[in-house]
């Protein structure tokens, strides 16, 4: 018989050994306390470490434990939204593994959704163990999203928070590839409220979002939301070629008005670099828009499941099935040495 589940937290992880048996505790506690059914829903984001092996371990001890392995990596938020698609609970909460973002802030997210909140959202006031250039270009990009969207996505904000069923089930029906997942919840709309803290350094291992990614993921999220980049480069091509021909008038009148030599090859020069450099990004910004939809056209899945563990048979957004049983499990029960490991 299925027991109804009240809280589904999911947890995308990538290469987190060193700090998972800490996380499953940490949710563990805090989950307890709330004296309702719920389930830890892991997504192994194809970690090359032992994170999978270590959950599917914890698993066979605890049955509110549940795992989720894809094929390969497919990114950080394809695989929340994989665990918002498998995550059963009338509400759920996104939290990353790495322990920056407090367990115990689950609680009074909790108490906001009871109050009548849909979401609740973790609202960063302090970032600890964190370069300054981080701090930085994370404040900045925020801001600059803010300013070139017409939907209110808070600043300061990461994808650590609770959302109500209803909110879940919306965000199912978005299935756009390049995905920016806190922009979407904004996008839904319904009650939306923020808790106030101060992320913590993470407890081990290194950051899954470098530059690079940092850089992607803005990216995901002008485009997703915002066409102003492209109105953007043609107001500044308008511009240049403007430009362009008051400076062809001003050379004209001096050659025809006046006795002064033309000697313009420098200034040719720099109008010459300044309009191919104008041209080429915005090309570039075209581009980021066309791949984008060319990537909408395929219409490829957003994710494949390898196997799962704990989980009833269901559709994924992939189209297959998860398999749970025991030939696709990953090692067997080793109570021993779980116990020796938590």
Known sequence: MNTHIRYSIVIPVFNEEEVITKTYKRLKQVMDRTGETYELLFV??????????LIHL???MD??????????????????????????GDAVVVIDADLQDPPELILEMIRQWREGYDVVYAKRIQRMGETRFKKWTASLFYRILRALTEVAIPV???????????????LKRLSEKN???????????????????????RQAGETKYPLRKMLKLSL???????FKPLKLAGWLGGTLSFAGIVYLLVIMAVKLFTDSPISGWHAVAIIQLLCTGTVLAVLGVTGEYIGRIYDEARDRPLYIVRDSFG?????????????TKAENRIGSPIEKKLRGII
């Open 63 to 88: 049955g509110t434990v549940k795992l989720i392995n894809f094929s390969r990596n497919f990114g950080h938020q394809i695989a929340i939204t994989a665990g918002m698609d498998y995550a059963s």
């Open 311 to 323: 989980l009833a048979a269901q559709e994924s957004a992939s189209g297959n099935k998860p398999e």
């Open 58 to 60: 914890f698993a066979e």
């Open 179 to 201: 995905r920016f997942v806190r922009g979407m919840v904004s996008w839904v709309g319904f009650r939306q409220t923020a808790v106030e803290y101060v992320r913590d350094e």
């Open 44 to 53: 192994n984001d194809g970690s090359r470490d032992r994170s999978a092996e």
């Open 156 to 170: 300061d904000t990461g994808d650590f928070r609770l959302m109500d069923r209803k909110v879940c089930e919306e």
């Open 220 to 226: 995901d999220g002008l485009t997703s939301f915002s």
